[in-house]
């Protein structure tokens, strides 16, 4: 049996044109190899996931390849690349800094900075979490950082940069690598999997990809993760089951709910997703978060905004022209006064039902937060019981006539 390797390892590109989302960097990473203007110290800074220590192997590699192509990329058939490929090369070195941060070994790392290549033009010295370094230990490295041998070159990553000291900092040139988009993301699990000859739903993926939250590394573990659970037929439903995800039909589902004011609905929704294990402040943000999609899709301007499959942003616009946009300024303000509250509230659950309450009581012309109708009276939450059936009463007998004397007419006495 083949020894199994993760996705985000097995399919870590290899060159420039291969990293997804980071094509500035990349560019001008190819063109300073181009034109021979390599700085002596790089600091490549970002969230996780994004591509920082892998574009720093490619650098690596390419500034050292002994054939480059046209296009600024390695060739990986020369001595160099093979050897870079196979995991041999000594003229890379990588010190993980979260635990190699002490004096002693920065010291040692200078000592290897003075001897010279021994295939290629350049040792390159990779510290990955820079920011953990000791202060003892920055203070050790800021000289050679400075002045390196013409030979050496310095890539820093980390995710902190403001935890780096402002010497270290003036003495780089610094990247900053953005999250990954979800469309990025997207297209790039629909290649592993067509790799690997898996079946997918892309509503399933856009699901992975917004999890990820910006991350490819994390979307890949995610997407192996989903892969083992659905034995190779990724489906939308699987996804949401096996990561806990809330589906949007939650969602599209409770605002048609709010909108028709059905309280005792609402309040029935609520228990249902706490019953299956989701924290209600979770739910509240998903909520918000769909309020301001809703917003976002009343314009075609901004529907793209959305960071959706199509058959998903086709349901927000049609929910969107339903929802007058007093509704959902008002709503969004009630769901952030909840998320701000949420911790120090004593009764979270109270909390919630009392925002969706209010919610499905925003009515056009309310007050912001209110919960009023136009009236400035509190709109009734649930029905009316029904009221009890009295007992028919026997009719009254109709009184009986009373005779009335009749008066004679006055009488007129005729003249004598």
């Keep these: 049996m083949s020894n199994y390797i993760v996705s985000a390892r097995k399919y870590r590109p290899t060159n420039f044109d291969s990293v997804v989302g980071q094509s500035a960097l990349t560019t001008t990473l190819k063109n300073a190899i181009a034109t021979g203007k390599l700085a002596h110290a790089y600091l490549f800074c970002g969230p996780r996931g994004v591509g920082k220590t892998t574009s720093a192997r490619i650098f690596a590699k390419t ?42 070994d920065i010291r040692a790392l200078i000592e290897q900075v003075q001897i010279p290549p021994q295939i290629g033009r350049y040792k390159v010295f990779i510290i990955d979490e820079v920011h953990m370094l000791s202060q003892a230990g920055f203070n050790a490295f800021l000289k050679t950082l400075e002045e390196p041998p013409a030979h050496a070159i310095f890539i820093l990553a980390t995710t902190e940069k403001h935890k780096i000291l402002p010497t270290i900092l003036s003495r780089c040139q610094i990247y900053d690598f953005a999250r990954m988009e979800v469309p990025d993301v997207v297209a790039h699990l629909k290649r592993v999997a067509d790799q690997e000859g898996y079946t997918y739903e892309e509503t399933a993926l856009n699901v992975i990809a917004r999890k990820a939250d910006g991350g490819m590394r994390d979307a890949l573990s995610i997407f192996d993760q989903v892969a083992a659970f659905t034995g190779g037929n990724i489906t939308y439903r699987q996804v949401i089951e096996n990561l806990n995800v809330l589906d949007y039909d939650y969602y599209f589902d409770l605002t048609d709910t709010l909108l028709r004011r059905d309280i005792p609905k609402v309040m029935l929704t609520l228990n249902e997703i706490l019953s299956k294990g989701f924290e209600a402040h979770h739910f509240m943000s998903g909520l918000a978060a769909h309020f301001r999609d809703l917003l976002v899709s009343r314009d075609t301007q901004t529907l793209p905004l959305l960071e959706v499959a199509e058959s998903v942003r086709q349901r927000y616009a049609e929910q969107a022209q339903q929802c007058a946009p007093a509704f959902l300024y008002r709503a969004l303000k009630l769901c952030n006064d909840c998320d701000i509250n949420y911790r120090a509230s004593n009764n979270k659950r ?8 209010q919610v499905a009581q925003l009515l056009e012309d309310d007050g912001a937060g209110s919960g009023l109708g136009p009236t400035r009276r509190l709109l009734p939450i649930f029905s009316p019981a029904p009221a009890p059936q009295r007992a028919a009463q026997p009719a009254p007998a109709p009184a009986a006539a009373t005779a009335q004397p009749s008066v004679p007419p006055h009488a007129t006495s005729a003249p004598a």
Excluded: M, Q
Aim: glycine share 4%.
């Design 63 to 104: 500034i050292n390849c002994l054939t480059p192509n046209e296009h600024g990329e390695a060739c990986d058939h020369c001595e160099s690349c093979v050897a870079f490929n196979e995991g041999r090369s000594y003229n890379i070195h990588e010190l993980d800094a979260a635990s190699n941060n002490s004096v002693d």
């Design 350 to 357: 109270l909390l919630v039902e009392l925002t969706l309450i």
